[in-house]
């Protein structure tokens, strides 16, 4: 027979409303009696019945995870870092890719809240930095934490994680210049993305901090994907003084655009150095191997998940916390010929 939660009660001794309030992790609890409850619950092999929760009361037991990203990859990590905090927490996951430039979007987000009662929501680029789907979130009241590119948080209130790209872009900008590159170009991603214009900045911060010359021709705008990368490096390839660095918006362009240098009989790295961002399998699976900056994405999504879920239950998380990325040397990159 399944195993039900009066079954529990009655094993650790307690009633059925303090075992519910120890299984949906409530405060106030003493130590002594959660140590009880979960004794019994391992003992029985109780699992909770998601669904009665949510219908049994108010409070719901379902994350949301919104987004509209093309790189598989992000998706994957960002998804089992929430599935992981949820797992810990008692909580269940619901997926929702989206069109972020939809006319509709704000009405689609909203209702899809109401009709799935959700707890939360954790948002990721380009619809964390969007100022109207923020506000028709807050008016309906909806707990979320936004997943966003910056090195600290706005003036607007609520849970944020925050990525220092910018940071992460002058490191494998300067790791370029330390090896004596002087000629380095740019190979943009998405520019509705905050992050694209974060690592553009960063990009133009180390050459001015190195008092190297910012050629616009060498900055092609391209979207996060591998075809953006083929094209962008074809129109680098193409030029009368071609550059030996390319600093790629994300691994899948960088992947891209060495494919691109490779079909042009250039050897990378002795002909142009390739670096990307993100420290995706992209960085992994190419040859060489690309030199990238690693981007914890699961870990990220883990404590972003962490915080919804902490002030879901009025535990007063931290408000944002903030993730630098590293460059990480691999073979895509040396010093130049000459």
Same mark, same amino acid.
């Given at each position: 027979?399944?195993?039900?939660?009066n079954?529990?009660?009655?094993h650790?001794?307690? #009633?059925?409303?303090?075992?519910?309030?120890?299984?949906n992790?409530?405060? #106030?609890?003493?130590?002594?009696?959660?140590?009880k409850?979960n004794?019994?619950? +391992? =003992?029985?092999?109780?699992? @909770?019945?998601?669904a009665?929760?949510?219908?049994?009361?108010t409070k719901?037991?379902?994350?949301g995870?919104?987004?509209?990203?093309?790189?598989?990859?992000?998706?994957?990590?960002?998804?089992?870092?929430?599935?992981s905090?949820?797992?810990?927490q008692?909580? *269940?996951l619901?997926?929702?890719?989206?069109?972020a430039?939809?006319?509709?979007?704000?009405e689609?987000?909203?209702?899809?809240?109401?009709?799935?009662?959700?707890?939360?929501?954790?948002?990721?680029?380009?619809?964390?930095?969007?100022?109207?789907?923020?506000k028709?979130?807050?008016?309906? %009241?909806?707990?979320?934490?936004?997943?966003?590119?910056? *090195?600290?948080?706005?003036? %607007?209130?609520?849970?944020?994680?925050l990525v220092?790209?910018?940071h992460?872009?002058?490191a494998?900008t300067q790791?370029?210049?330390?090896?004596?590159?002087?000629?380095?170009?740019?190979?943009?991603?998405?520019?509705h993305h905050?992050?694209?214009k974060?690592?553009l900045?960063?990009?133009r911060?180390a050459?001015? %901090?190195?008092?190297? @010359?910012?050629?616009e021709k060498?900055i092609?705008e391209?979207q996060?994907?591998?075809?953006?990368?083929?094209?962008?490096?074809? +129109?680098l390839?193409?030029?009368?003084?071609?550059?030996?660095?390319?600093?790629?918006?994300?691994? *899948?362009?960088?992947?891209?655009?060495l =494919?691109?240098?490779?079909?042009?009989?250039?050897?990378?790295p002795?002909?142009l150095s390739i670096?990307?961002? %993100?420290?995706s399998?992209?960085?992994?699976q190419t040859?060489? +191997?690309?030199?990238?900056?690693?981007?914890p994405? *699961?870990?990220?999504?883990?404590?972003?998940?962490?915080?919804?879920?902490a002030k879901r239950?009025e535990?007063?998380?931290v408000? #944002?916390r903030?993730?630098?990325?590293?460059?990480v040397?691999r073979?895509s990159s040396?010093? @130049?010929?000459?």
């Amino acid at each position: 027979m399944k195993v039900t939660i009066n079954d529990v009660a009655k094993h650790a001794g307690v #009633s059925i409303k303090t075992v519910s309030r120890v299984t949906n992790c409530e405060p #106030s609890v003493k130590q002594a009696t959660i140590d009880k409850v979960n004794e019994a619950i +391992k =003992f029985l092999n109780y699992q @909770p019945n998601l669904a009665a929760r949510n219908l049994a009361g108010t409070k719901s037991y379902v994350i949301g995870f919104i987004y509209d990203n093309p790189n598989a990859y992000y998706i994957i990590d960002m998804q089992n870092g929430i599935l992981s905090a949820c797992k810990d927490q008692g909580y *269940e996951l619901l997926i929702h890719p989206c069109n972020a430039k939809s006319a509709n979007i704000c009405e689609e987000l909203t209702t899809m809240v109401k009709h799935a009662r959700l707890a939360g929501l954790v948002l990721t680029p380009p619809l964390s930095e969007d100022p109207d789907i923020l506000k028709a979130l807050d008016a309906i %009241e909806a707990n979320y934490v936004r997943i966003i590119a910056g *090195e600290q948080a706005g003036a %607007e209130p609520g849970l944020t994680v925050l990525v220092n790209d910018r940071h992460g872009a002058v490191a494998i900008t300067q790791h370029l210049i330390d090896l004596g590159h002087k000629d380095i170009a740019f190979l943009s991603g998405d520019h509705h993305h905050e992050s694209t214009k974060e690592r553009l900045a960063g990009y133009r911060q180390a050459l001015t %901090e190195n008092r190297l @010359p910012i050629n616009e021709k060498n900055i092609i705008e391209g979207q996060y994907s591998f075809e953006a990368g083929v094209e962008g490096a074809n +129109k680098l390839i193409e030029l009368e003084h071609r550059p030996t660095a390319i600093v790629a918006c994300n691994d *899948e362009i960088a992947a891209g655009a060495l =494919f691109a240098a490779r079909l042009a009989g250039l050897d990378i790295p002795a002909d142009l150095s390739i670096v990307g961002f %993100e420290d995706s399998p992209f960085s992994r699976q190419t040859w060489p +191997k690309l030199t990238t900056v690693h981007q914890p994405n *699961e870990r990220i999504a883990q404590i972003a998940t962490e915080l919804l879920i902490a002030k879901r239950r009025e535990q007063h998380p931290v408000m #944002s916390r903030v993730f630098t990325p590293e460059p990480v040397i691999r073979d895509s990159s040396a010093i @130049p010929k000459g």
